[in-house]
């Protein structure tokens, strides 16, 4: 089966063929370009700035990170656990 995604959409996404354990074929889109959390600049995604954690509260947060905030963020998540 061949899916046809026009330039715009190969623009904007990653596009990824990801094959289950019962052969089936998901075709799994993410951004090429997110958004920082902290500061709002636009950045080119790899996938590895996400970050989630807890409040004392138990709510979760999570937000895509520039590489700066990211790891800022990730010294003071480790400083307060």
């Not at 889109?29 to 995604?45: D, Q």
């Not at 999570?62 to 790891?71: L, Q």
Request: include cysteine; proline fraction near 1%; charge should be positive.
């Amino acid at each position: 089966m061949r899916v046809n995604m026009d330039s715009e959409v190969k623009q904007k996404y990653h596009v990824k063929q990801v094959v289950d354990y019962d052969g089936v074929i998901n075709i799994v889109l993410t951004p090429k370009k997110r958004k920082c959390k902290a500061c709002g600049k636009e950045f080119e995604s790899k996938g590895g700035e996400f970050l989630i954690w807890k409040t004392k509260n138990r709510h979760n947060i999570n937000g895509w990170f520039c590489k700066k905030h990211y790891v800022q963020a990730k010294q003071l998540i480790n400083l307060v656990r």
